[in-house]
C-alpha cells in the first residue's frame, strides 16, 4: 500500500467570547495635572492621553491603574503584547484587585502563546470574584485546551456553563473541541448541538459538529452540517473545503472538485490548491493534478508536501525522473518526511535501481520505524535482487506492523514461491484473500502456485476468479493460457494468451520478470505423450506454442525438450533476437 497525505481539512475555530476589559469603573474627576479632557480621551482608548494621566503623579493610584489598563487594552489591539503587558502589570501593582487588568493580561499571554502565566492570571481572577467567574473560567479551559490538557479545560468550561448556563454557547462550543480532540465524538457532537440551540446561527458549531461526524464517518451528517453553514455564510471558506473533504471521503470527487474550487476562488492557498489535485489523483486525471500541485508550489514553494504529491503524479504517468526530482525537493525541504523517501524508493525500484531504492526504504523506516509500507517495498527489493530470505524478513516485518495488509502477504507468497516453497507460498495468497476478497492480485499469484505444483485445475479456478474481478487483467488471462496449454487445451490456451496479448503486448516479458524466477517450468504444450513418431512428433505442436508466447523461457523449453528436432535451429535463432 502506498502512503499518501491526508487530505487538508480546515482549522478547528475556538469561538471567543468575553473580550478586552477596556472600561467599566469611570475615571474619577481629574486632580491638578492631567485635564479633563485627557481623561476623556483616554476612556476613548488614546495613548497620549492615558500616558499623561499615567504620568501624573497628583492622580489617584485607581485613576492611574485605568488608565494603565485602558492603554493596555489600545497597544493589545495594535498586538503589542509586550507593552499591554507591561501596563496591565502596572495597573495591577497599583491596584492588587483590579481584576480587568488580570482578565486583561491572561488574553495578552494567551496571545503571545504563554498559557502558564494566562493560567496563573485566571486563577488569580477565580479567587478575587469567585461568584462571578464564569468568563474567567472559560478563558482558563482555553489556555488548558492549549497546552494540551484537555480534561482540565473540559472541567474549566464545565464549571462556565454551571454558573452561567444561559450564557454558555462559547463554552459549550469549546468544551465539544476539547471532547473531540479526545475522540470522544459522540460528547463532542452533544455539546456542538447545544451550542447551536443556544445559538442557531453558529457557523462555527456547524462546521464543527461536521467535523465530529466526519470523524465517525458519518459523511452524509458531515456533509448536512456544511451545507448549513455554507447557507448561513455563502462565504466559508472552512465550510467548502471540509464538504469538499467529505465528498471526497465517499469518493464523490467531482463533487470534491467543486467545493474545492469554491474555496480557492475565495481565498486561494497551496494547501486547497493540493486537495483540490489529490481529488483530480484520484479521478485519474494526473494533468489536471499536476496542474494544481504546480501552482500550489508558485504560491508557496517551501511546502514539502506538494513537490511530493506532484512527484507521485509523475510517477503514476511513467516520468520516473521527474518523479525522483520532486521527491529529492520535498527531502530537502524536509529531511525528515518519511513519505517522500518511500516513493522516491518506489521510482528508483521501477527504474530498476534497486540498490538505491533499498537505501530510500532504510531510510524511510529509520525515520519511522513503524511504517509498514518502507518494508513492505524493501521487501520486493530485496526479492528482484533474488536475496529471497532478506525479502521475506520484510515482509515478516511489515504483516507484524499490520496483520491486516493482504499486499504483504501476498509479496510474502511470492518470494516463498521464488523459493519453490509453494505451500506457504498459497498459505500467504490464502490469507491475502481472505483479508481482500475483491483484490484479483492474489487469485493471480495462487493460480501461477498451484500451476507449478502441476494442479492446473485449481490454477484455471483461480485464474479464473482474478479474471471475474478484472476481466482486463492480462497476466490472468496469459497464466490462464499457460495452464490450459498444460492441460491439454491447446486452442484455449492460446486463445488465453493471444487474448493477453492484445491488452498488453509486452504481457510475457512482464509475467516472467513479475513473477521472478523463469516461467520456463510452466510452459510446454499439452500433456499428452509423444506419438508414434518419437519425440519430434510433438516437436511442431509444442513449437507452435513456443511461437505464441514468443518469450526466450518458451523457447529455451522447446530446445530442452527437442535438441535434435525440426524447429531447434529455429528455436536458438529466437533466443538469439530476443536477447538482443
Known amino acids: 500500500m502506498l502512503p499518501q497525505l491526508l487530505l487538508i481539512r480546515g482549522d478547528t ?44 503623579r497628583s492622580e ?27 501596563d496591565y502589570s502596572e495597573a495591577i501593582r497599583l491596584d492588587p484587585k483590579y481584576t480587568h487588568a488580570y482578565y486583561n493580561r491572561g488574553l495578552a499571554w494567551r496571545a503571545k502563546g504563554d498559557h502558564d502565566r494566562a493560567i496563573a492570571d485566571y486563577s488569580e481572577l477565580i479567587r478575587l470574584e469567585p461568584k462571578n467567574a464564569f468568563a474567567n473560567y472559560y478563558h482558563r479551559g482555553l489556555a488548558w485546551d492549549a497546552k494540551g490538557d484537555h480534561d482540565r479545560a473540559i472541567a474549566d468550561y464545565s464549571e462556565s456553563i454551571r454558573l452561567h448556563p444561559k450564557d454558555a454557547g462559547a463554552a459549550y462550543y469549546n468544551r ?13 457532537i452533544a455539546d456542538y448541538s447545544e451550542a447551536i440551540r443556544l445559538d442557531p446561527k453558529s457557523v462555527n458549531a456547524f462546521v464543527n459538529r461536521g467535523f465530529a461526524y466526519d470523524d465517525k464517518k458519518d459523511y452524509d451528517r458531515a456533509i448536512a452540517d456544511y451545507s448549513e453553514a455554507i447557507r448561513l455564510d455563502p462565504k466559508s471558506v472552512n465550510a467548502f473545503v471540509n464538504r469538499g473533504v467529505a465528498y471526497y471521503n465517499k469518493k464523490d470527487y467531482d463533487r470534491a472538485i467543486v467545493d474545492y474550487s469554491k474555496a480557492i476562488r475565495l481565498e486561494p492557498s497551496a494547501l486547497r490548491y493540493n486537495n483540490r489535485g489529490l481529488a483530480y489523483d484520484a479521478k485519474k486525471d494526473y494533468d489536471r493534478a499536476i496542474a494544481d500541485y504546480s501552482e500550489a508550489i508558485r504560491l508557496d514553494p517551501k511546502v514539502a508536501g506538494s513537490y511530493y504529491l506532484r512527484g507521485d503524479q509523475y510517477r503514476a504517468k511513467g516520468d520516473l525522473d521527474r518523479a525522483i526530482a520532486d521527491y529529492t525537493e520535498a527531502i530537502r525541504l524536509n529531511p525528515k518526511l518519511a513519505f517522500a523517501y518511500n516513493n522516491r524508493g518506489i521510482a528508483y525500484y521501477d527504474k530498476k535501481d534497486y540498490d538505491r531504492a533499498i537505501a530510500d526504504y532504510n531510510e524511510a523506516i529509520r525515520l519511522d520505524p513503524k511504517r509498514d509500507a518502507a518494508y513492505n517495498n524493501r521487501g520486493a527489493a530485496w ?63 495462487r493460480g501461477l502456485a498451484w500451476h507449478a505444483k502441476g494442479d492446473y485445475d485449481r490454477a484455471i479456478a483461480d485464474y479464473n476468479a482474478a479474471l471475474q474481478i478484472d476481466p482486463k487483467k492480462a497476466d490472468s488471462l496469459y497464466g490462464r493460457g499457460l495452464a490450459k496449454l498444460r492441460n491439454g487445451d491447446t486452442a484455449g490456451g492460446n486463445a488465453d494468451i493471444a487474448k493477453a496479448k492484445a491488452i498488453n503486448a509486452n504481457v510475457a516479458e512482464e509475467f516472467d520478470r513479475y513473477y ?45 525438450r527437442f535438441p535434435n528436432c525440426a524447429f531447434a535451429a529455429q528455436a536458438r535463432a529466437k533466443i538469439e533476437a530476443l536477447k538482443d
Do not use: M
Open 13 to 56: 475555530v475556538h469561538w471567543p467570547i468575553w473580550g478586552i476589559v477596556a472600561l467599566v469603573t469611570l475615571l474619577a474627576a481629574p486632580a491638578q495635572g492631567a485635564s479633563r479632557k485627557d481623561h476623556d480621551d483616554c476612556k476613548g482608548q488614546k495613548i497620549a492621553s492615558c500616558t499623561r494621566i499615567v504620568n501624573d
Open 60 to 86: 489617584s493610584a485607581r485613576n492611574r491603574a485605568i488608565a494603565y489598563n485602558l492603554r493596555g487594552t489600545v497597544y493589545s489591539a495594535k498586538k503589542d503584547y509586550d507593552r499591554a503587558i507591561a
Open 176 to 188: 465539544g473541541n476539547a471532547w473531540r480532540a479526545k475522540k470522544d465524538y459522540d460528547r463532542a
Open 383 to 445: 526479492r528482484d535482487k533474488g536475496d529471497h530470505d532478506r525479502a521475506i524478513a520484510d515482509f515478516n516485518e511489515a504483516i507484524r506492523l499490520d496483520p491486516k495488509e493482504a499486499l504483504a502477504y501476498n509479496n510474502r507468497g511470492r518470494a516463498y514461491a521464488d523459493k519453490k516453497d509453494y505451500d506457504r507460498a498459497i498459505a500467504d495468497y490464502n490469507e491475502a484473500i481472505r483479508l481482500a476478497p475483491k483484490e484479483a492480485v492474489a487469485y493471480s499469484t
Open 516 to 560: 521472478g524466477a523463469s516461467t520456463a517450468h510452466l510452459i510446454s504444450a499439452a500433456k499428452a505423450s509423444p506419438g508414434p513418431g518419437g519425440d519430434c512428433a510433438a516437436a511442431e505442436l509444442h513449437w507452435k506454442s513456443a511461437e505464441t508466447l514468443n518469450i526466450v523461457p518458451g523457447y529455451q523449453d522447446h530446445l530442452k
